[in-house]
């Protein structure tokens, strides 16, 4: 019998002929098939796969894929295509043949199932609640890819990284389909099931995608927002992958109809997960002035089969429950008033409800975007507590329209918790309305490096549920000890969980170390500070370099609060990661400017999360080499670094200088690749002990950094203490007016100390006194303020 393909090209759905037997396409299917009919007999149902199973693979530009026309079960007609322009053919006359374009279906299915097995078991399904003629598009699955992502393998989903050549060109293929005359361009859906509904939303959210909604099933995304259930090594990847589909999500085009269907219990596609990707698109549809995301729960007995030990113990089966539904086509298929692609400033408005669309068919129409207001009132403290204070964050940008979302609103910022990390909220709170979950509540969510977690407002209180180091727990806010504006906010632990530890936010570190930032990339000294997604990933990257070596910054202040203010909040946020290993000393000698109360007022986050210990000495005058001495005796850490407090360090200083000492066995190290670092001096705490530190019997200034590095060159060997010139280190920019004012008094320069100091340093090393000080204690007396919880406050 003639069989009629519709293949497509380089022409969308050109029509080809050939001859073949019917019941050798039959037993391809693995249908059952109904007897040829004549021409011009009555109406005969034939089953829709059996068109597409015999096609081959059609391909564009590297796209896989068969097509199938899908007829209504009940009164159908025969399963053809529609025709192209000009007279009927011969095997049309005397059956009922659609003449005009017909909406489209673009399926992707899970990762197990090949095309003709997806279309035996998708027609069907969709045959059965279908109420209108329509054609399916499935493509295969690229190789090596789960879906969009370079990796098939099991853990693919959670480590994989996001192809974005191959999702272009899945769009521009999509695209093409929906060109071609035969298609009504204001009814194509993109739908899937499992990873397909993943590679489904990823289509969707895509910046060319025309598509008017999407229907999924056992929807999960690209990562996970938790860790539950990972492996330790991918749970990080996992949690990033996801915080980024999750942003690709909240910008998608816009659709008519959203449908996702779950199962809470489904233990493949976790509800948490699924409700992530819900409210990221809602949230886009909101914007839009667009129909709100439908999410459906499915209840036990509505799976496809009853789960057991033996079968779907995963709870993962109810592909015919979420595309048998009666009514899910006709849902999709409504004569919806399609918007325009959304574009920011844009004017026009959307038909009124009920009405016929004020544009052609095909033409979206959106309302214009909301303006951020310039201002808001915030809620009252008596809305949480008397002394709750809440006022708007610079981060929000827009109104917030609900109570919950104008309690929230100071949260959406980056935070520094001594239990988590960097906090990043990286979108905006959002209002949950009733019907989807039940109740109104605001939510807002949270990264950081080792998981991520959500702060819900629910009536009058709020509350953090979290993925801790220590494992699960909820929180709720305590409005008696926190302000939601600078910080501190306290989370206390609710019983039952197992993290049993308050948890506290503070914001005034980071907010003086962006300050500083700005005023040293105006001053050329450092790049300008960089904002987007690549740097929330950067900053939620946990400490994973390895190492057995602790490392202390040892600093010294006088008077120096102007250098302090610039450099050290830089220093500390770029470390705050290594926290764990990491630790700065800075010693006060009697500084008259204020730098006692900056280093409690501002970086008091890092004191308590023993980052930063501060201690108090007194010197006759300010002498460098005992300064230093005492700041480098006190630190109990195994690599010592002189870092004066006008000096610079990233992330990845003390990565790789712990790197350094342990594969390379250095005793030392000193940097001289940037002005005002040459006294940036790295050496075992043990060999600065044994040498006796600085030379203290010299004048108050100049070369103790340089004779204590040669000390070391000729007690180990200049293979074991280099010198570094590669590395780029910076400091904040001085001169040598402002390193001796403290010591005017004794009517030299600092020319002329160092020329003195150099000279009685060589003739002591040239006479073998590499230990100095032998003949008192070196340094002085320290006591140490603020006291963090690991430690009391004592003298050293």
């Not at 030990?309 to 979420?322: L, M, P, V």
């Not at 690599?639 to 000096?647: F, P, S």
């Not at 390193?739 to 090393?765: C, E, K, P, Y």
């Amino acid at each position: 019998a003639p069989v009629q393909l519709w293949l497509k090209n380089a022409v969308p759905f050109c029509p080809l002929e050939f001859e073949a037997p019917a019941r050798r396409i039959a037993m391809a299917s693995s249908l059952p098939m109904a007897e040829p009919a004549d021409v011009g007999a009555a109406p005969v149902q034939l089953v829709p796969p059996l068109v597409a199973v015999a096609q081959p693979y059609l391909k564009w530009r590297g796209v896989e894929y068969k097509t199938a026309l899908v007829q209504p079960a009940v009164g159908a007609a025969a399963c053809v295509p529609p025709p192209p322009p000009g007279p009927p053919p011969s095997w049309a006359i005397g059956r009922p043949v659609p003449s005009h374009p017909l909406p489209l279906l673009v399926a992707f299915a899970g990762l197990g199932g090949d095309v003709d097995v997806v279309l035996s078991q998708w027609v069907p399904t969709l045959q059965r609640t279908a109420q209108e003629p329509f054609l399916l598009a499935v493509p295969r699955r690229p190789a090596s890819h789960w879906w969009f992502i370079d990796d098939a393998g099991a853990w693919g989903w959670v480590q994989g990284k996001l192809d974005h050549a191959m999702l272009d060109v899945f769009a521009t293929w999509a695209n093409s389909l929906r060109a071609s005359q035969h298609v009504d361009g204001g009814k194509t859906f993109v739908v899937g099931y499992s990873g397909g509904a993943y590679a489904a939303l990823e289509l969707f959210a895509h910046r060319d995608s025309n598509f008017c909604g999407v229907l999924a099933g056992a929807v999960h995304g690209h990562g996970q927002a938790d860790t539950e259930g990972l492996p330790l090594k991918r749970a990080h990847t996992a949690v990033g992958y996801f915080a980024a589909f999750l942003q690709r999500l909240r910008h998608h085009n816009g659709g008519s109809r959203i449908q996702l269907t779950h199962y809470e219990q489904d233990q493949m596609a976790h509800a948490g997960d699924v409700r992530h990707i819900a409210e990221a698109l809602n949230d886009r549809q909101l914007q839009l002035g667009l129909p709100q995301v439908v999410l459906r729960q499915l209840r036990l007995d509505e799976l496809d089969n009853w789960p057991s030990t033996k079968k779907d113990k995963s709870h993962h089966n109810y592909f015919r429950a979420t595309f048998g539904q009666e009514g899910s086509l006709a849902a999709l298929f409504a004569d919806h008033v399609r918007p325009l692609r959304p574009t920011v400033g844009s004017t026009t408005t959307a038909a009124p409800a009920g009405g016929s669309p004020s544009k052609p068919p095909g033409c979206w129409s959106v309302p214009a975007l909301e303006e951020p207001a310039s201002t808001w009132s915030s809620p009252s403290a008596s809305d949480l507590s008397d002394s709750t204070t809440i006022a708007r964050s610079d981060a929000s940008t827009h109104a917030p329209r609900s109570f919950g979302e104008r309690v929230l609103a100071p949260l959406t910022r980056t935070w520094f918790s001594t239990h988590l990390g960097r906090v990043v909220a990286p979108g905006e709170a959002r209002v949950l309305l009733e019907g989807a979950w039940g109740e109104t509540t605001a939510v807002l969510h949270l990264l950081w490096p080792a998981g991520a977690g959500i702060v819900r407002v629910v009536g009058r209180s709020m509350f953090l549920e979290a993925i801790t180091p220590r494992g699960p727990g909820t929180f709720k806010f305590d409005p008696l000890q926190s302000n939601a504006t600078r910080g501190p906010v306290v989370w206390l632990p609710l019983p039952g969980h197992q993290e049993t530890q308050p948890q506290v936010w503070h914001a005034t570190l980071l907010d003086a170390s962006l300050r500083a930032r700005e005023h040293l990339a105006a001053e050329g000294v450092l790049p300008k500070l960089e904002v987007g997604p690549t740097a929330m990933w950067r900053e939620l990257q946990p400490d994973t370099s390895p190492g057995r070596l602790s490392l202390a910054f040892c600093t010294t202040v006088k008077d120096r609060l102007w250098q302090l203010r610039h450099a050290l909040p830089i220093c500390l946020a770029n470390n705050w990661r290594h926290r764990h290993w990491v630790r700065f000393y800075i010693v006060d000698f009697g500084s008259s400017d204020g730098a006692l109360d900056f280093l409690l007022s501002t970086c008091r986050e890092a004191i308590d999360a023993g980052l930063l210990r501060v201690y108090q000495a007194e010197l006759p005058h300010f002498h460098a080499s005992k300064a230093k001495n005492t700041a480098h005796s006190i630190a109990q850490e195994d690599i010592l670094v002189n870092l004066d407090c006008d000096n610079l360090v990233d992330e990845d200083f003390a990565p790789r200088v712990r790197r350094r000492f342990e594969e390379d066995g250095l005793h030392a190290l000193r940097f001289s690749g940037g002005q005002g670092t040459c006294g940036r001096i790295c050496c075992l705490r043990e060999d600065f002990l044994q040498l006796r530190g600085y030379d203290e019997e010299c004048h108050a200034f100049g070369a103790q950094d340089l004779d204590f590095f040669e000390r070391l060159q000729q007690s180990f060997g200049k293979l074991a203490a280099p010198v570094d010139r590669l590395m780029d280190v910076r400091a904040v920019p001085n001169n040598k007016a402002d390193t001796i004012r403290l010591v005017t008094h004794l009517g030299m320069s600092w020319g002329q100390m160092d020329a003195a100091n150099r000279a009685v340093f060589h003739a002591r090393t040239a006479s073998g006194q590499l230990v100095r000080n032998r003949t008192h204690c070196i340094g002085a007396p320290a006591t140490r303020c603020f006291g963090g919880a690991d430690e009391e406050e004592g003298e050293v």
